[in-house]
């Protein structure tokens, strides 16, 4: 029996993958710990691409709020297909001690609106770029007539009242006339939002107990991440035409876990955590309605994560696999310094300010929880097949323009073939099933409605292992 059950690991490790290519938050893969506590000699590459479908409704309500939402036009599929790899090598030093190099991409976002709605810019004439800044430079001059009168006379509230009545109206217009011009140069262009990374990741591990069951690993992480933010259409309010580029940076973290094996019953458990991480870097911002624009220096922390892998066999043929993965979504943002500052100088009826801290480009207010279990068969010596059903949390709902949907239930298959004993091809489809969501701007205003949206995963590993 242990024999066998040690060769049914050997047989199905490495079917299911992709868990977490479309999840929580900018979530796009899983931890490489899975391929660290591989039994011997082990690497492996593999492409993963997905498909996703989102479409939705942007909001008619003549006046957005948080609460307040009319079915509008139609919002076509604005998430884009991608596609990326991820490798990694792992060996035994001896009985004992095991070192290994792993590649992913574990943070990323692909979005590009389209059509006619209220995420992509419209067309404006000449004319009327025109006709909004002569409205501005009337505006503004009266806002200096009212000051004027003000400075004469600073203790009359009324000439107080209509001066800041006025310069608020100037403001105004002179966002109106920034924004038209800013529109004019770019028809019908559409929001869309790129985020990248890169983790680089070495790895120690050392095995302890009576059989060297146990295993404690970690090691450092390098991690480069850049990306992008083109804001169009009405649907943002005095922030449309936001740019905002953000350099690559650098950014350092370590990861570190424990696993349990015990291999005469195929059984494996472990328990994976990988720190955030800080980015330095640097933005360069442009707001058209307040025509500002420059280089500003930030920081991005990305999120830390935990994982917990599991599997044992069931019989000489069945492994029974489970994972579990936590991210605290809730605790990121993106705070671009333009951005901020230009939306602290909003106010309301009453002159104050309705957001006195400013507001971030991007935040969640869940965090993301993401379950599998699958069930992986041993045909003969060269074939296996899996199944596996998940589901991810979502981040929050109503949530960010950026990835409309709230969580999703996900089911699984794959395939693995052993073209020697230690060279495999495996390969893998997954269906996901996402949850529907309101989107909202970052004041809270809802501005779309997603619902009855999927994707496709596909995925081709290869790997090599030898004990």
């Known amino acids: 029996m242990s024999l066998r059950l040690q060769s049914l690991t050997l047989a199905i490790a490495s079917i299911s993958f992709a868990s977490a290519a479309q999840a929580a938050g900018l979530d796009r893969s899983t931890q490489p710990s899975w391929g660290f506590t591989q039994d011997g000699t082990f690497t492996y590459i593999e492409r993963i691409t997905i498909d996703p479908s989102i479409t939705g409704k942007d909001n008619a309500a003549t006046t957005p709020s948080p609460t307040t939402y009319k079915e509008g036009r139609d919002i076509n599929n604005m998430a884009l297909n991608y596609d990326f790899i991820n490798y990694g090598a792992k060996a035994d030093i001896n009985d004992k001690v095991s070192v290994g190099v792993f590649f992913d991409q574990p943070w990323g976002a692909d979005v590009e609106f389209k059509g006619t709605n209220d995420f992509v810019n419209g067309t404006v004439s000449a004319q009327q770029v025109a006709g909004a800044g002569q409205a501005a430079l009337a505006a503004a001059t009266a806002a200096k007539t009212a000051a004027a009168a003000y400075q004469a006379d600073p203790t009359n509230q009324t000439l107080a009242y209509n001066a800041a009545t006025a310069l608020k109206t100037a403001q105004q217009a002179g966002a109106v006339y920034n924004l038209a011009s800013n529109i004019a140069q770019h028809p019908n262009e559409g929001t869309n ?275």
């Not at 409605?449 to 004990?467: E, M, P, S, V």
């Open 193 to 467: 939002v790129s985020v990248n990374s890169k983790n680089f990741t070495g790895l120690v591990g050392v095995k302890f107990g009576e059989k060297n069951n146990w295993q404690v690993y970690g090691g450092p992480v390098l991690q480069k991440l850049e990306g992008e933010v083109h804001l169009r259409g009405t649907a943002y309010n005095s922030t449309q035409g936001y740019d905002g580029i953000f350099a690559q940076s650098n950014g350092y973290g370590w990861m570190a876990g424990l696993a349990y094996s015990k291999p005469e019953i195929a059984l494996k458990a472990a328990l994976t955590y990988r720190s955030d991480i800080d980015h330095d870097t640097v933005a360069y911002e442009s707001m058209p309605a307040t025509g500002e624009s420059g280089t500003y220096d930030m920081t991005i922390t990305t999120p830390k994560s935990v994982n917990v892998d599991f599997q044992t066999g069931l019989n000489p043929t069945t492994l029974l696999t489970a994972k579990l993965r936590w991210v605290p979504w809730s605790d990121f943002s993106i705070k671009p310094p333009l951005y901020n500052a230009t939306t602290k100088k909003a106010v309301g009826a009453d002159f104050k300010p309705l957001y006195p801290n400013g507001l971030n480009l991007i935040d969640y207010s869940e965090d993301g929880w993401a379950a599998e279990v699958g069930l992986g068969k041993r045909l003969s010596n060269q074939w296996a097949v899996s199944g596996s059903v998940g589901w991810d949390s979502g981040a929050g709902d109503p949530t960010t323009t950026l990835g409309p949907v709230e969580g999703h239930w996900n089911v699984g298959l794959g395939a693995k073939y052993n073209v020697t004993p230690e060279v495999a091809v495996s390969a893998g489809v997954k269906y996901l099933m996402f949850g529907d969501a309101k989107s909202k701007i970052p004041n809270g205003d809802l501005v779309g409605d997603f619902q009855n949206n999927d994707a496709w995963i596909y995925g081709l590993r290869l790997t090599y292992q030898k004990k």
